[in-house]
Nanobody, 124 residues
Framework: QVQLVESGGGLVQPGGSLRLSCAAS????????MGWFRQAPGKEREFVAA????????LYGDSVKGRFTIWRMSAKSTVYLQMNSLKPEDTAVYYC?????????????????WGQGTSVTVSS
């Protein structure tokens, strides 16, 4: 049974940084795409970033390009999201997700597995 467990959320001041982790278990993720999405109160779910497990190719949403970095550590079966230069509009619950298909990477409805989410609040 696949499990995705996020951690690392919290309260941070504008301009600060946080690193989120997603511990993945239950299968080998070779060939999978691992994504981060977020959902702010009253807003739709938004694609943040994704990494192809095998090739380590990365993709980013326009709102986070240049500020966030995604990578995976195969030995720990963990995906990370480094978030720098955080803004109040980055406040949201962040979710880790996994899918076996390499198409429609930014489409949350195409993902097979989801974590429970970790909350990030950017506020002074």
């Amino acid at each position: 049974q696949v499990q995705l467990v996020e951690s690392g959320g919290g309260l941070v001041q504008p301009g600060g940084s946080l690193r989120l982790s997603c511990a993945a278990s239950g299968r080998t993720f070779s060939g999978y795409v691992m994504g981060w999405f977020r959902q702010a109160p009253g807003k739709e779910r938004e694609f943040v970033a994704a990494v192809f497990w095998t090739t380590t190719t990365t993709l980013y949403g326009d709102s986070v390009k240049g500020r966030f970095t995604i990578w995976r550590m195969s030995a720990k079966s963990t995906v990370y999201l480094q978030m720098n230069s955080l803004k109040p509009e980055d406040t949201a619950v962040y979710y880790c997700a996994a899918k076996s298909s390499s198409v429609a990477v930014a489409d949350g409805t195409s993902y097979d597995y989801w974590g429970q989410g970790t909350s990030v609040t950017v506020s002074s």
